[in-house]
Nanobody, 124 residues
């Protein structure tokens, strides 16, 4: 499975962006799709996940501001990011996994495939 993330960029505080991640080479509808981020000098952080059954989970720092969704017909997962803050600045990665459970949705190590990352910079 290959994942291609896009949609990052520079945005002002309070602005919005929509990230996309398109998958190829697998049965997209069977995969749990996640977004993680890593800021400079920090550890990777869970952002959001949408399971094969469309159940969604969010990290505490983005809950209420970010929305994850998927379009199985387009093999694409989206991350709508609203009310962006400077602390949202990071490289955002999409990930896919088939054996993700309720106890592992937030664990990056549980995902099998990763995209190349897209930079999001929120300026104040």
């Amino acid at each position: 499975v290959q994942l291609q993330a896009s949609g990052g960029g520079l945005v002002q505080v309070g602005g919005f962006l929509r990230l996309s991640c398109t998958a190829s080479g697998g049965t997209f509808s069977r995969y749990t799709m996640g977004w993680f981020r890593q800021a400079a000098g920090k550890e990777r952080e869970f952002v959001a996940t949408i399971r094969y059954n469309s159940a969604t989970y969010y990290g505490d720092s983005v809950k209420g501001r970010f929305t994850i969704s998927r379009d199985n017909a387009k093999n694409t997962v989206y991350l709508q990011m609203n009310s962006l803050k400077p602390e949202d600045t990071a490289v955002y990665f999409c990930a896919a996994g088939q054996r993700i459970t309720l106890s592992t949705v937030r664990a990056g190590s549980a995902y099998d495939y990763w995209g190349q990352g897209t930079q999001v910079t929120v300026s104040s």
